[in-house]
């Protein structure tokens, strides 16, 4: 995935979640997501790190002094995003008899 489809694929799911938030693209390839005074860091890891593919930093992890939280796949790192920012989740798809 390159940086500008990881930018717009956050800015997509900023809108979808209804969340009150900014993405700004740094120059190292970090997304920085400012939600008030939060502030989240979004990034690709390094190949050394692998099978983690992409990491991301809380406010609560920063100030704790602990490191970004791996995930191994941008479907986990969405998840994870979404409920650090208390998103609203919708409706689940449920299949079966009504």
Excluded: F
């Amino acid at each position: 995935m390159t940086q500008a489809e990881l930018v717009s694929l956050l800015r997509d799911c900023l809108v979808l979640w209804g969340v009150e938030a900014r993405l700004v693209v740094e120059s190292d390839g970090l997304a920085l997501i400012v939600a008030g005074e939060a502030r989240y860091h979004v990034a690709s890891v390094e190949a050394a790190l692998r099978p983690a593919r992409w990491q991301l930093q809380t406010p609560a992890r920063a100030l704790a002094g602990r490191p970004a939280r791996m995930h191994p796949s941008i479907g986990a790192l969405l998840s994870s995003l979404r409920n650090e920012l208390g998103a609203n989740t919708g409706s689940r798809l449920r299949v079966g008899p009504a």
